[in-house]
Nanobody, 118 residues
Framework: QVQLVESGGGLVQPGGSLRLSCATS????????MSWYRQAPGKERELVAR????????HYADSVKGRFTISRDNAKSTVYLQMNSLKPEDTAVYFC???????????WGQGTQVTVSS
């Protein structure tokens, strides 16, 4: 059974930082790329960052480049999202994602709320 469990969200002031974690189980984490998405109220879910199997290649949405860093620990089957210089427009529910490419299926965590407000 595939499980993705996000944690680390919360309320933070503009300019602050948060570190999200996504603990996974039920699939071969170390053999798969992983992603973080977010969904703000009234908006579509969007890709925030993606990391390669080895963690040496990452991709970011233009809106978070230079502020967010995705990383992974294959020994712990966990992916992280370090978010710095947070802005009110970063407010959203953040989701961890694994895409089982050969089956064309996406797996999602339950999401963690990030609210950036003074």
């Amino acid at each position: 059974q595939v499980q993705l469990v996000e944690s680390g969200g919360g309320l933070v002031q503009p300019g602050g930082s948060l570190r999200l974690s996504c603990a996974t189980s039920g699939f071969s984490f170390s053999s798969n790329a992983m992603s973080w998405y977010r969904q703000a109220p009234g908006k579509e879910r969007e890709l925030v960052a993606r990391i390669s199997v080895a963690g040496d290649i990452s991709h970011y949405a233009d809106s978070v480049k230079g502020r967010f860093t995705i990383s992974r620990d294959n020994a712990k089957s966990t992916v992280y999202l370090q978010m710095n210089s947070l802005k009110p427009e970063d407010t959203a529910v953040y989701f961890c994602n694994w895409r089982w490419t050969i089956r064309g299926r996406d797996y999602w965590g339950q999401g963690t709320q990030v609210t950036v407000s003074s």
